[in-house]
């Protein structure tokens, strides 16, 4: 906090203090337990009661679709103490981000927006102020609902190629050469050409750095589980969901929590450096 105040950012010591002086309010928090506590707990954005003063609360977390329904519900129970044009109730909009730590510094992220599309649209122009994509989901939660469709696929394509590359090695194709391979036929993707993980064939990535920075593993077995748990309420059989949440999860209970989520190469399948 004492950077920002520093540099002349306005600070405050709780959440609800922000929201008595806020228009609108952005969160982004580790987990779901994380943000229902700073909407609803001891000096949460809700500690006024009924009335609150900012018209849009948007939460980009990586949070369970009920989480963002329950919480919208909240909101729009409230009533604003100014009213903006004919709006008498606050409105929430789920919208997580994804591009990673490298897309927030250079401000490219891609925000998947669920909630009225009406607020959506409001709200276009400040997330493109730190995204260059907005991408309107549908109804509440169809935000949330996007972002852990989005990475149960990222984390799959992780597997698959690092799975394929440390076969090729144990039969004795170099990765940088099954990577060429790769990304000149149909297994081409992003975790083959943009964010590889087999440590020499790529600069600028976490395999390059030891894994280090980047997406955790914890982070990934964390929504891996809310993926999972999505698809028990549905009812939906998604083997490679709860294999892939397996993995992670042992990848993490080894000690590897805290290394990019594309350690996966050296610490589940053995995969050697280039």
Request: aromatic letters at 8%; one cysteine or more.
């Amino acid at each position: 906090m004492k950077m920002f105040a520093d540099r002349g950012v306005p600070t405050r010591e709780t959440p609800f203090e922000i929201a008595e002086s806020s228009d609108v309010v952005i969160t982004m928090l580790p987990s779901s337990s994380h943000v229902f506590d700073v909407y609803t707990g001891k000096n949460g954005l809700l500690h006024g009661g009924n009335f609150l003063r900012p018209w849009l609360l948007i939460d980009s977390s990586t949070i369970d679709p009920q989480t963002s329904r329950k919480l919208s519900a909240i909101v729009s129970n409230c009533t604003l103490k100014g009213k903006k044009d004919d709006q008498r109730s606050p409105v929430m909009l789920d919208a997580p981000v994804s591009g990673g730590v490298l897309a927030a510094e250079c401000g490219t992220l891609t925000f998947m927006v669920g909630g009225l599309e009406e607020a959506y649209l409001e709200a276009k122009q400040l997330l493109l102020s730190m995204g260059k994509n907005t991408i309107y989901c549908g109804g509440t939660a169809n935000g949330s609902a996007a972002k852990i469709c989005n990475n149960l696929a990222m984390a799959v394509s992780m597997l698959g190629v690092s799975e394929a590359l440390a076969l090729g090695q144990s039969l004795g194709i170099t990765a940088s050469t099954l990577t060429r391979v790769f990304n000149s036929s149909s297994a081409r993707c992003w975790s083959s050409d943009t964010y590889n993980p087999v440590p020499g064939v790529m600069d600028c990535v976490p395999s390059s750095r030891n894994y280090e920075g980047g997406f955790a593993s914890k982070l990934m077995a964390k929504d891996l589980s809310l993926a999972a748990a999505s698809a028990k309420e549905v009812d939906l059989k998604c083997p490679l969901t709860f294999q892939a949440q397996e993995i992670y999860l042992e990848l993490c209970k080894e000690g590897h929590e805290a290394k990019d989520f594309s350690s996966v190469f050296r610490h589940y399948y053995g995969g050697s450096d280039e």
